[in-house]
């Protein structure tokens, strides 16, 4: 559910029922692709509220019913769109650009009970091309996403691994950082 309003309550009465916990996955995606006079305030707070201020909602509500232990370990997907543009691709870019400083501000404020919190930044990724929004924005970006990422489109296990390896023990001082997997598109 991704009502503001239930968010709160859901999660208090998830940790009353579970306990709280060690691990935390936000992979909530929002992407619209639109040229900039298609781009309505409506739209773009969206887009904003999904990729972003639902992220710090859930933040605001987990920490607010103690339901992250010492040494928690929170990975938030983000996009390279963060850090890259692509045409029609601004309410989305900006928003995950919000993740990603919402990622270093919550490490500094978590910190102090051990908690790392980190954020994905995933180019291409063999699922997204089976959606036919992700056919059209590479269809409008003349085949970029493909063209660019010179080790090929990456696999979603590979993303998988990642996540699993920030949530892992393996890493006790990760935190506050974008882990770029892109196949080589940002170079």
Known sequence: NTEVTTIEP???SLIKEV???DGVVYAHVHSDFKPLQFVKPELVNEISYDNYGM????MRSLK???GLNNGASIVAISSISSIRAMKAKMAFCASKAALDAAIRCLAVELGD???RIN????GGVDT???KGHIQDVNAINDGATEQKQILGITKAEEVANVIAFLLSDATKTITGTSIVIDGGYTL
């Open 55 to 58: 992220f710090v909602e859930v």
């Open 113 to 115: 009970k051990g908690i």
């Open 119 to 122: 954020s994905v930044q995933k």
């Open 128 to 130: 997204d091309f089976e």
């Open 10 to 12: 859901d999660l208090k």
């Open 64 to 66: 607010k019913a103690r």
């Open 19 to 21: 306990g709280s916990f």
